[in-house]
């Protein structure tokens, strides 16, 4: 958990006795950027704790490089909302367009991007970097290509397979945005998890594969016992698991999946879905649930600012773990364990 790391500054104790029924992810979200401004003006500072055997933290802030494709309405919302939080908490951020003027002039934009993350990568003055997705069509590129180009070291949306890897391993060097935001969400509320059983209703490579090798890890915060379900699952099976579920987690993009014959009075759901009807966000939860379950995330403020602050503490990560290495000439580039505390 974050407040772990920060602990020289802040120690909090949470517990499962006094969860509240709605998690609210704007409330933890505010709490743990407040953490990071307390992390970064720690870092400006001349009075910051020295270890003898290891280098100082950088004094300027980290910089967040968002690579914006297309002009999708949706995406330019969500890059306006990272790069607002990134102004927040004290984290230079810049949007770069490469297909401003439009896709068709360009001759190769494929070959284009990759020239255009290239350059990010062997920038030292950016320390993470963002694709936004989805890719238009007309880019005729795999996401997955446009992930292994990304240096692993800057991948602090954590899709290269290396940071993936890492991760099923249970030695992350970054943790996906959505699933740690997740995992916080929950913790901080006082939700426990260890020991509980866990049913996620998705098998994406944002939610639901990195959320099951999240939660699985031998960790204070995690060692739940957890069922991925899809669309392929039969909607008998999927009832099942999710009413002998502690935890349940959705995120299926489909309003009012989730109905009172699926959950229990003891059931902490969270929703990740958002759906626009009649003019409204909602997520994947049929409102009548809410009066059953033991608690709940809302859409929206629920795990959405969560992720968009994982987002800059993988940032802060970022900076942290590439000055360390500059610093130590005979650390091997990419080393996982290098630069840690």
Request: one cysteine or more; glycine letters at 6%; a positive charge.
């Amino acid at each position: 958990m974050l407040y772990i790391k920060y602990k020289p500054f802040l120690i909090r104790t949470y517990s499962e006795s006094n969860v509240p029924k709605i998690l609210n992810g704007n409330y933890i979200s505010a709490e743990i950027r407040n953490e990071m401004k307390v992390m970064l003006a720690a870092r400006r500072s001349p009075l910051m704790p020295y270890h003898y055997n290891k280098p100082r933290l950088p004094s300027i802030p980290p910089t967040l490089a968002v690579v914006l494709c297309s002009d999708d309405p949706a995406s330019r919302v969500y890059v306006k909302k990272k790069v607002e939080a990134c102004v927040e908490v004290g984290i230079n951020s810049f949007v770069l367009q490469p297909f401003e003027n439009g896709i068709k002039n360009w001759s190769d934009p494929r070959e284009h991007l990759i020239k255009t993350i290239d350059c990010l990568n062997s920038d030292i003055n950016v320390h993470g970097i963002l694709i936004q997705l989805p890719l238009p069509k007309e880019l005729n590129v795999s996401n997955y290509e446009i992930f292994d180009r990304i240096d692993p070291l800057k991948d602090v949306d954590v899709f290269n397979p290396v940071n993936t890897g890492l991760l099923l391993q249970g030695r992350p060097r970054f943790i996906p945005c959505t699933p740690h935001g997740i995992q916080e969400l929950l913790t901080r509320s006082g939700v426990k998890i260890d020991g509980k059983k866990v049913a996620i209703i998705n098998r994406s490579d944002v939610v639901g594969k990195p959320l099951k090798a999240l939660l699985i890890q031998d960790k204070e915060e995690a060692n739940a016992t957890v069922t991925i379900c899809h669309d392929r699952t039969p909607p008998q099976l999927l009832q099942d698991v999710c009413q002998s579920a502690d935890i349940i987690v959705v995120a299926v993009g489909k309003p009012n999946f989730i109905t009172p014959n699926m959950v229990n009075k003891t059931t902490v759901l969270v929703d990740v879905g958002i759906n626009r009807v009649d003019g409204k966000i909602v997520g994947d939860v049929r409102s009548d649930v809410y009066d059953i379950v033991a608690a709940y995330s809302p859409v929206p403020g629920g795990v959405g600012p969560m992720t968009v602050t994982m987002l800059l503490h993988n940032t802060m990560e970022a900076q942290k773990l590439q000055y360390h290495i500059s610093q130590s000439p005979n650390t091997v580039h990419g080393g996982v364990n290098a630069g840690l505390f």
